[in-house]
Antibody, heavy 120, light 106 residues
Framework: VQLVQSGAEVKKPGASVKVSCKAS????????IHWVRQAPGQGLDWMGW????????NFAQKFQGRVTMTRDTSITTAYMELSRLTSDDTAVYYC??????????????WGQGTTVFVSS | SYELTQPPSVSVSPGQTASVTCSGD??????VSWYQQKPGQSPVLVLY???KRPSGIPERFSGSNSGNTATLTISGTQTTDEADYYC?????????FGGGTKLTVV
């Protein structure tokens, strides 16, 4: 079971970034995909989740209007796109999964992280 | 939004018991998960449903949740346990994390 993310990105302020997360060795539609970011030296910041079965999403309030989460079930891949980037968006972005049927089981598999650096 | 509060740091001597707390309003009404993160690595789930261990997590990791406080306990702490620890809950449809606690084993 693994989640493999796309490579590091360097973006200019005002641009958008799209990060992919390829799931393998489990039933993709049975688990939420969460996106969590971590700014340098800071803690974990949950951004939102995607239900790969329905396509439904839910976002943390601070990211609403700026984040989009989508998926392609044919290739078991989830995507997170963040727009209107600023230097405050410089962070490592993680995708991770949790079982849809029972929220008490925690987030049990994490991707390796994707570094996004925003600078002019 | 639901807030989880953790102490920024905890120190423990090797072989002793470490306790990391996580506070939130009526926290015992929710299931708490705990994650370990070492420098440069992705987080790892070490406890779910307050105190259950995923496969591969040593028995020295345990947890409890009562009232407004959940506690991660590491018995016989090893130097390899030095890491940042984060608590997390499901709050309706969101997944807040605590601010994290740096566990130092010295």
């Amino acid at each position: 079971v693994q989640l493999v993310q796309s490579g590091a990105e360097v973006k200019k302020p005002g641009a958008s970034v799209k990060v992919s997360c390829k799931a393998s060795e489990y039933t993709f539609t049975d688990y939420y995909i969460h996106w969590v970011r971590q700014a340098p030296g800071q803690g974990l910041d949950w951004m939102g989740w995607l239900n790969p079965n329905s396509g439904r999403t839910n976002f943390a309030q601070k990211f609403q209007g700026r984040v989009t989460m989508t998926r392609d079930t044919s290739i078991t891949t989830a995507y997170m796109e963040l727009s209107r980037l600023t230097s405050d968006d410089t962070a490592v972005y993680y995708c991770a999964r949790s079982v849809i049927a029972d929220s008490s089981y925690g987030v049990d598999v994490w991707g390796q992280g994707t570094t996004v650096f925003v600078s002019s | 939004s639901y807030e989880l509060t953790q102490p920024p740091s905890v120190s423990v001597s090797p072989g002793q018991t470490a306790s990391v707390t996580c506070s939130g309003d009526k926290l015992s009404d929710k299931f708490v998960s705990w994650y370990q993160q070492k420098p440069g690595q992705s987080p790892v789930l070490v406890l779910y449903q307050d105190g259950k261990r995923p496969s591969g997590i040593p028995e020295r990791f345990s947890g409890s949740n009562s009232g407004n406080t959940a506690t991660l306990t590491i018995s016989g702490t090893q130097t390899t346990d030095e890491a940042d620890y984060y608590c997390q809950v499901w709050d309706s449809t969101t997944l807040p994390f605590g601010g994290g606690t740096k566990l130092t084993v010295v």
